[in-house]
């Protein structure tokens, strides 16, 4: 369409053959527009300075003020500056605020929070903060004063809140086993007590590392007993089939009987 020149479409509606002849379409409409607004002679309107560049130039309509497209985007721009200029004032200046250390004077930032101190007086303040975190380091639970020779690696905790760490451990360990099988620290002392302080089974007062082992119904859940550790890892090992603890003690017992010195010596022995 703007060459002439033929070509094959990569599309049913594509009419121009290239990005040149393209490009030159739209100059072409450019020229057409400028040509429309600027007007013809034959309107009878008498030429006039564009407000703009002061190009003399025939106006299409009586309230044309501008040569062209350019001109009037510029001209638009002037009036809206013009009109900011006189209805928006610009924001009154912030006094300056007032050094709280050294009373000195202090320029007002254009926004944001007033300063409260100078930039000397604000450095020495964070030194001064600074040194402090360095010379004394408080522990983190109670805030006590610990010593340099006191810290260990971590968080800065003095003995008394790290010795209280591990007993708060076994004292929350203690809480959860209670309340997994349902019993209160009165009912488990009173269980302890009907035991007599020993285990059931085997008849030692000697829990284990970790303490008495409260054995259970895994089939109701109903609390047995207190079971010393030894007992209860048997117990579990022989999944709770007295046949098997039966057999196991019948076997001990042959082997026991098996190796007990005899008169007779055995066979093949030297006499």
């Not at 121009?16 to 600027?38: F, G, M, N, P, W």
């Not at 964070?126 to 805030?143: G, L």
Request: hydrophobic share 25%; charged share 35%; proline share 8%.
């Amino acid at each position: 369409m703007v060459c002439g020149g033929a070509f094959t479409p990569s599309h049913f509606n594509q009419g121009i053959c290239s990005v040149a002849c393209r490009a030159e379409r739209l100059r072409d409409q450019s020229r057409r527009a400028q040509k429309r607004y600027r007007g013809t002679p034959e309107q009878g309107f008498d030429p006039k300075p564009c407000e703009v560049c002061g190009t003399m130039f025939t106006p299409r309509r009586r309230t044309d003020k501008t040569c062209s497209l350019d001109c009037s985007v510029q001209y638009r721009r002037k009036l809206t500056r013009d009109r900011a200029r006189r209805y928006y004032q610009p924001r009154p200046s912030r006094p300056d605020a007032e050094c709280e250390a050294c009373k000195a004077r202090i320029p007002a930032p254009k926004s944001g929070r007033m300063p409260r101190w100078c930039k000397s007086c604000r450095a020495a303040a964070e030194d001064v903060r600074a040194r402090k975190r360095v010379a004394v380091r408080r522990c983190y639970k109670c805030q006590q004063p610990v010593p340099e020779a006191a810290r260990k690696p971590g968080y800065t905790v003095c003995d008394n809140c790290r010795a209280e760490r591990p007993r708060d451990r076994r004292a929350y360990e203690r809480q959860r086993v209670l309340r997994k099988y349902g019993l209160t620290q009165e009912q488990y002392d009173q269980l302890l007590a009907g035991q007599g302080g020993r285990c059931p089974a085997c008849g030692t007062d000697e829990p284990g590392a970790k303490g008495w082992c409260i054995d259970h119904d895994h089939a109701t859940g109903r609390v047995r007993a207190l079971l010393c550790m030894r007992c209860n890892t048997m117990e579990g090992l022989a999944d709770n089939d007295p046949a098997v603890l039966r057999a196991l003690a019948d076997w001990l017992e042959r082997e026991a009987s098996r190796s007990a010195p005899s008169e007779d010596p055995p066979p093949g022995a030297r006499r």
